[in-house]
């Protein structure tokens, strides 16, 4: 092929881009209106994992502080609303420390993924509160 072949094969291609009058824009609009379906569907399900975290927790602290109560009972009741709601955290842990005068209780899981490839950090809600105790009135 000559350089002269090549030149206008160039030359007429160039003109066809220039003359698409952006019909070349609408698959890149479509795909970015895709993706971005697709973190708002993320974002929703990383947030609904989020408050069954908390709301699993809050369970958890409520039972496990409560008077002449144990670290079992909290784990128990945060278990059984995770059961509950399951697909909303995968790998869910549940860890409950209990002294003479506070609980804590940590519940961290994970989220399903809506986009392939994307790992999102875990998900993770803590409390520590007082435990109830009898006071003798005086």
Not at 86 to 95: N, V
Not at 102 to 121: H, I
Request: glycine share 8%; no cysteine; hydrophobic share 40%.
């Amino acid at each position: 092929m000559g350089t002269r072949q090549q030149q206008e094969r160039q030359r007429r291609l160039l003109q066809r881009l220039l003359d698409n009058q952006g019909w070349a824009g609408t698959p890149v609009m479509i795909i970015g209106i895709l993706f971005l379906l697709l973190i708002g569907f993320q974002a929703t399900l990383w947030l609904n994992g989020k408050n069954v975290a908390e709301a699993a927790r809050q369970s958890g602290y409520t039972v496990a502080r409560a008077y002449e109560s144990n670290d079992d009972a909290g784990v128990a009741a945060a278990q059984q609303l995770l059961d509950e709601l399951r697909g909303s955290l995968r790998d869910a842990k549940i860890t409950i420390t209990r002294t003479a005068d506070t609980v804590t209780v940590t519940v961290t899981g994970r989220v399903a993924t809506v986009m392939p490839g994307v790992e999102l950090p875990p998900v993770t809600s803590t409390l520590t509160g007082p435990v109830e105790r009898w006071v003798p009135a005086q």
